[in-house]
């Protein structure tokens, strides 16, 4: 048993749908969450900057004494994952894994979509992540830059976002996918449109319930687990001014958000 | 005379437009141009988190020895353009008053829009320019946070874009401006799909050229302009990895680039 928070990290407000899994899920464990929104977004960014930062964030989350730390952020769990479980002293939870096995698991006719952000898909984590699963599966991944923009926008759905995600998507159709990962922790906000233009015969792995199950886990294995009985606090806190991600949080959490604190990292 | 280059920065890429401008109507001046790539984009963020940027990068090009400092970032402008001008011990121009002074100058019956990120319209920092030259005008001003992501990812014009800029625009065109001020240095870019939706009685005020204009005042009253004869250098430096910016910069420059150095500022 361990009373220690989690401690969760995006570059902004996405990996609030990992702590609303992980709230669902886990409901006696706390939680601090930073989202680095003075540098948001990581996506198009360098594999070193994206490391620099996701080092300087997650060096924060040890410092305030959690027991593991989430890397709530594709981008970053491509890019630094690694170099973070090389350099901290207790378990590192990223999201790609958890998704690759849940695509693997998903998958009947050796067909894999994957999308995320132009970090992201450059990267190849996910087609590595799957291959060293499943290594004769076709993978078909395709950055989608506009999503992001999209979310934030509040355009969940309508006909620009329609549009937008019939073009995102049409390799991966062409391709005939049975599974789709949705490889950014925004995404999971367009499950309604992806699933009208993909169908409702593809699986959509929202990486978020992944990871959380992931999370579970590896507590488990740990014997980290919050004492029961108990119902988990939420810190969140960003590295810009609150407001826009007081305002916007509801849409990523589910539930609303009294207070969010301004770091300095960086 | 001085042959020493005159400094321009942005947020990204988008300066380049103003670099663009300037080396079309100043051929003999050289220019060092920062973006800050490893941060941006600078318009969804606080206006104190956009001081701090913006004073980093502009100290860098002080030390480079600049004569001048060319703020050419809308968002920067209008967050940091007076804390710039007390700490900096030289010529500091914004795009947003010369922008402000062309839309006075263009408009005739007294209605002026304005477009910009979320960041520049919140800021109000063109209505105060505009209303200071003309207390009377109406103003129409509407952020439009999808236009970056659009250019960046090279969709110019086509459906989705016209949709989204329908959109956008709508206010505008509800309100009968005469006159619309691109106040993001993305926007030129858009200027065959916004002038479709607007008709070609709008006039669309490029802030870029009129801060080139504005610039070849500067230098004039100054008495620092390049010695004449010369051809004038462009040095370009970024503060993440040079790939994206050196693939894009052709179609923000109008000219190709050769080579993009990486420093390292915050």
């Known amino acids: 048993m361990n009373a220690a928070p989690i401690g969760v990290f995006d570059s902004g407000i996405g990996g609030l749908t990992v702590v609303h899994a992980l709230r669902a899920r886990l409901p006696g464990e706390s939680i601090i969450y930073v989202g680095d929104t003075a540098r948001v977004p990581w996506g198009p960014k360098s594999p070193d900057t994206v490391r620099r930062y996701a080092g300087e964030i997650a060096g924060w989350l040890v410092g305030q004494g959690v027991k593991v730390v989430v890397v709530a952020c594709n981008?970053?769990?491509?890019?630094?994952?690694?170099?973070?479980?090389?350099?901290?002293?207790?378990?590192?939870?990223?999201?790609?894994?958890?998704?690759?096995?849940?695509?693997?698991?998903?998958?009947?006719?050796?067909?894999?979509?994957?999308?995320g952000t132009a970090g992201?898909?450059?990267?190849?984590?996910?087609?590595?992540?799957?291959?060293?699963?499943?290594?004769?599966v076709t993978i078909t991944a395709r950055a989608c830059?506009?999503?992001?923009?999209?979310?934030?926008?509040?355009?969940?759905?309508?006909?620009?976002?329609?549009?937008?995600?019939?073009?995102?998507?049409?390799?991966?159709?062409?391709?005939?996918?049975?599974?789709?990962?949705?490889?950014?922790?925004?995404?999971?906000?367009?499950?309604?449109?992806?699933r009208g233009i993909l169908g409702v015969g593809v699986a959509l792995i929202d990486s978020a319930e992944e990871t959380a199950a992931e999370t579970a886990r590896v507590l488990r294995a740990s014997g980290i687990e919050a004492p029961p009985g108990g119902r988990g606090e939420l810190r969140c806190a960003v590295t810009d001014a609150p407001d826009a991600f007081l305002r916007q949080a509801v849409r990523f959490l589910g539930e609303p958000l009294e207070r969010v604190e301004t770091i300095a990292v960086g």
Chains 1, 2 share one sequence.
Do not use: N
Not at 79 to 102: M, Y
Not at 159 to 182: G, I, K, M, S
């Open 75 to 115: 981008t970053a769990t491509a890019h630094a994952l690694p170099h973070l479980r090389e350099s901290l002293r207790l378990p590192v939870i990223g999201v790609v894994e958890p998704g690759a096995r849940a695509a693997v698991r998903e998958d009947h006719d050796g067909h894999i979509g994957v999308i």
């Open 145 to 194: 830059p506009l999503f992001v923009p999209l979310v934030e926008e509040g355009w969940l759905d309508g006909e620009v976002t329609r549009l937008v995600a019939t073009r995102y998507l049409q390799p991966l159709r062409d391709d005939h996918v049975d599974v789709v990962v949705l490889g950014c922790t925004h995404y999971p906000l367009l499950k309604p449109v992806l």
């Open 120 to 136: 992201t898909i450059a990267s190849g984590a996910y087609e590595r992540a799957i291959r060293a699963l499943a290594p004769a």
